[in-house]
């Protein structure tokens, strides 16, 4: 088996069905194992996996585990030499599968790779990025970015002024299309379930590239990504809140207790000056006291560490049980 394809969905149901027939273009001939992961969506998404493709093996959720435990449901099922995560709003361009297979089978230093992400009217996404560092945190998660919103920092973190059109080392590739040697990983779990929504991808990375491991963007293998439509988008505030309590938890990973405390310091006191410039403004008649209101919940959540998301009380801690398997 070359690839295990491992998608997580929760309500896209007809992105979800692009993206399953997009497959075969993107795999141009290869050896694969489609899994799909449905986390208890609604809008009968379970239902068309079941009857339209035949092929995928399907896991469903009774309820949404998050994005971190649904993969690392699949990843206990995977065969391949490689493991894809793909998500399900996106569309593989032909042979898209097989360049990255072909590009990691010629370098076995090689530990994974990731396509260009296009928007649907072919212009580049800027979904490549280094790893969080202290000036690109700073710079782009604080007032300082309404200060100088293109400043170098924010560039150097988003990788702006790459053209990607060559083969560019990447440290952290999104998991929206990212394909990994099996052998690199964990072979118990792909993410950190206390990142259940945000910076699980993160987090991988980051410990790839400390065991020494390197990531490529490859430009031959393009990939449609209907950006911001996996779900997210109907978490309170978008999920900020959520985001950036998962970067304090990454740095408390990562940089240790005292970095983490003090980023929670830095972006409190930002929420209190974003506070203070929203009530200025509701004063000034430029926003609603609503749009204040809201704001005020979120940066409250924030503070506290209240994610949006959390994890179904009645799921039972072994993953294999938190799933009914329908294999065609």
Same mark, same amino acid.
């Given at each position: 088996?070359?690839? !295990?394809?491992?998608?997580?969905?929760?309500?896209?149901?007809?992105?979800? @069905?692009?993206?399953?027939?997009?497959?075969?273009?993107?795999? @141009?001939?290869?050896?694969?194992?489609?899994?799909?992961?449905?986390? %208890?969506?609604?809008?009968?998404?379970?239902?068309?996996?079941?009857?339209?493709?035949?092929?995928?093996?399907?896991?469903?959720?009774?309820?949404?585990?998050?994005?971190?435990?649904?993969?690392?449901?699949?990843?206990?099922?995977?065969?391949?030499?490689?493991?894809?995560?793909?998500?399900?709003?996106?569309?593989?361009?032909?042979?898209?599968?097989?360049?990255?297979?072909?590009?990691?089978?010629?370098?076995?230093?090689?530990?994974?790779?990731?396509?260009?992400?296009?928007?649907?009217?072919?212009?580049?996404?800027?979904?490549?990025?280094?790893?969080?560092?202290?000036?690109?945190?700073?710079? !782009?998660?604080?007032?300082?970015?309404?200060?100088?919103?293109?400043?170098?920092?924010?560039?150097?973190?988003?990788?702006?002024?790459?053209?990607?059109?060559?083969?560019?080392?990447?440290?952290?590739?999104?998991?929206?299309?990212?394909?990994?040697?099996?052998?690199?990983?964990?072979?118990?779990?792909?993410?950190?379930?206390?990142?259940?929504?945000?910076?699980?991808?993160?987090?991988?990375?980051?410990?790839?590239?400390?065991?020494?491991?390197?990531?490529?963007?490859?430009?031959?293998?393009?990939?449609?990504?209907? %950006?911001?439509?996996?779900?997210?988008?109907? $978490?309170?505030?978008?999920?900020?809140?959520? !985001?950036?309590?998962?970067?304090?938890?990454?740095?408390?990973?990562?940089?240790?207790?005292?970095?983490?405390?003090? $980023?929670?310091?830095?972006?409190?006191?930002?929420?209190?000056?974003?506070?203070?410039?929203?009530?200025?403004?509701?004063?000034? %008649?430029?926003?609603?006291?609503?749009?204040?209101?809201?704001?005020?919940?979120?940066?409250?959540?924030?503070?506290?560490?209240?994610?949006?998301?959390?994890?179904?009380? @009645?799921?039972?801690?072994?993953?294999? !049980?938190?799933?009914?398997?329908?294999?065609?």
């Amino acid at each position: 088996m070359d690839v !295990s394809i491992i998608i997580v969905n929760w309500n896209t149901r007809v992105l979800l @069905d692009r993206c399953l027939r997009s497959i075969e273009a993107g795999l @141009d001939g290869l050896a694969a194992q489609v899994l799909v992961v449905d986390n %208890g969506s609604a809008d009968g998404s379970a239902e068309l996996v079941a009857t339209e493709f035949a092929q995928v093996e399907l896991l469903r959720n009774p309820e949404n585990v998050g994005f971190a435990r649904a993969n690392n449901q699949a990843y206990g099922r995977v065969q391949g030499r490689y493991v894809l995560l793909l998500n399900p709003d996106t569309e593989l361009r032909s042979g898209a599968v097989k360049q990255m297979v072909r590009f990691l089978d010629a370098d076995p230093r090689r530990a994974g790779a990731t396509a260009v992400l296009r928007n649907p009217d072919g212009t580049l996404q800027r979904y490549h990025k280094r790893l969080p560092r202290w000036a690109s945190v700073l710079w !782009s998660e604080t007032v300082l970015r309404n200060a100088l919103p293109n400043n170098q920092w924010v560039r150097e973190f988003y990788m702006l002024d790459e053209p990607f059109d060559v083969v560019t080392e990447i440290e952290q590739p999104p998991a929206a299309c990212l394909m990994l040697r099996r052998s690199v990983v964990d072979p118990e779990a792909l993410f950190d379930e206390r990142f259940p929504i945000f910076y699980n991808d993160v987090d991988l990375c980051r410990r790839l590239r400390d065991a020494g491991h390197r990531l490529f963007l490859l430009p031959e293998a393009e990939v449609m990504h209907h %950006g911001g439509a996996g779900g997210v988008g109907t $978490l309170p505030d978008q999920g900020v809140a959520d !985001s950036l309590i998962g970067l304090i938890r990454y740095y408390r990973k990562h940089e240790g207790l005292f970095s983490a405390v003090v $980023l929670w310091l830095i972006l409190t006191i930002n929420s209190l000056l974003v506070l203070i410039g929203g009530l200025v403004k509701v004063l000034g %008649g430029r926003r609603s006291l609503q749009w204040w209101g809201l704001e005020l919940a979120k940066r409250v959540r924030l503070a506290l560490g209240h994610e949006a998301f959390h994890y179904p009380k @009645d799921m039972n801690a072994d993953l294999t !049980s938190c799933a009914v398997v329908c294999r065609h």
